[in-house]
């Protein structure tokens, strides 16, 4: 089993700038692609970016595009999404998601999941 475990969320100016860490454990990574979701209030779970742990392949949704870079720390088992420019609706839950081998933008194709890291966009 991976147990992941998101960080780095919080308040901060439209405009502004975050980097939230997913930690990952358990397994070995080598062979999963990680992914990135967020959920706002009365809203779907949405796909914002996924990358191959092993080869680096990344794949970011279209409205973050040019915004949000995911990228990823072998040493320290680490997947990181860098937010920048942020907009009010960037608001949500923003959730880690592990499973084997290629990613997908589908939710329910991820096997594991953290707890969720709260970002907040003021205007």
């Not at 930690?23 to 009365?42: C, E, H, I, N, V």
């Not at 970011?60 to 997947?79: E, M, Q, W």
């Not at 084997?100 to 709260?118: F, N």
Request: hydrophobic letters at 35%; charged letters at 20%; proline letters at 2%.
């Amino acid at each position: 089993q991976v147990q992941l475990v998101e960080s780095g969320g919080g308040l901060v100016q439209a405009g502004g700038s975050l980097r939230l860490s997913c930690a990952a454990s358990g397994r070995t990574l080598s062979s999963y692609a990680m992914g990135w979701f967020r959920q706002a209030p009365g809203q779907e779970r949405e796909f914002v970016a996924a990358i191959m742990w092993g080869g680096g392949i990344t794949s970011h949704a279209d409205y973050v595009k040019g915004r949000f870079t995911i990228s990823r720390d072998n040493a320290k088992n680490t997947v990181y999404l860098q937010m920048n420019t942020l907009k009010p609706e960037d608001t949500a839950v923003y959730y880690c998601a592990a499973r084997a081998y290629v990613y997908t933008q589908r939710a329910d194709e991820y096997d594991y999941w953290g707890r969720g890291t709260q970002v907040t966009v003021s205007s």
